[in-house]
């Protein structure tokens, strides 16, 4: 059994995801805190429940997802695990930050290369990636069937999309990806969005005006 924590953090509001198992093992999705105090609030909940994270993956590389990859390598020993085009926009967030009048340090361990039907293992359980590319140029989800858990990034979000004004983004590709690749889930697929609340693939399909 797969359990999710959400926290929402840093100026842009962007879900962070703690992703964990019976066994207190876990995975960190695009970890956005960008205060000491966001940095504090994830780590109490990870020293309360008495987790151990052994991944970290980012869905894409915008500013606002990877603000605490450094952190993450620098408390929990670990490697990032992205998308190859994704890697660009790694490289230049900091820049994006100063820009922002969010300025930060990057991440600068090793990092490994997810693509279209690779797996993400946390122990047993396995989600499988699936190229969203059109918010930005590599954007991956992570897809768990049995508990029909979709993990978004900013390329699905509730009666939404992400958007694709931002370098590297293609609107008509990522409409493309969402209909041929989430919207043929499961409709009860819960979907975990990088901004905003939860949805589902049904609700999707009734009610999104993009799609």
């Known amino acids: 059994m797969l359990h999710i924590k959400v926290f929402t953090f840093n ?13 207190l093992n ?7 805190f960008y205060f000491s105090s966001e940095q504090r609030i994830f780590q109490e909940f990870v020293e309360e429940k008495q ?8 869905t894409h590389c915008h500013l606002d997802h990877v603000f605490g990859n450094k952190w993450v390598n620098e408390h929990y020993h670990l490697d990032l695990w992205t998308h190859k085009d994704e890697l660009p926009l790694l490289e230049l967030a900091p820049e994006s930050g100063k820009r922002w009048g969010l300025p930060f340090d990057n991440f600068k361990g090793k990092v490994h290369l997810l693509k279209e ?3 993400v293992w946390l122990d047993e359980a396995a989600f499988e990636v699936l190229e969203i590319p059109g918010h930005s140029p590599g954007s991956i989800c992570l897809y768990y ?22 370098p590297g983004g293609n609107h008509n590709s990522l409409i493309k990806n969402i209909k041929e690749k989430l919207l043929t889930l499961p409709d009860d697929t819960v979907v975990y969005s990088g901004h905003g609340p939860a949805t589902t693939i049904g609700h999707e399909i009734k009610y999104n005006p993009f799609l």
């Open 11 to 23: 100026p842009i509001q962007e879900n962070t995801y703690l992703i964990y198992n019976d066994a």
């Open 26 to 32: 876990a995975i960190i999705v695009d970890p956005g």
């Open 51 to 58: 987790l151990k994270p052994i991944l970290l993956v980012n």
């Open 117 to 119: 039907g690779d797996k």
């Open 145 to 166: 069937a049995p508990q029909k858990i979709l993990i978004a990034g900013d390329a699905l979000f509730r009666e939404s999309i992400g958007r694709t004004d931002l």
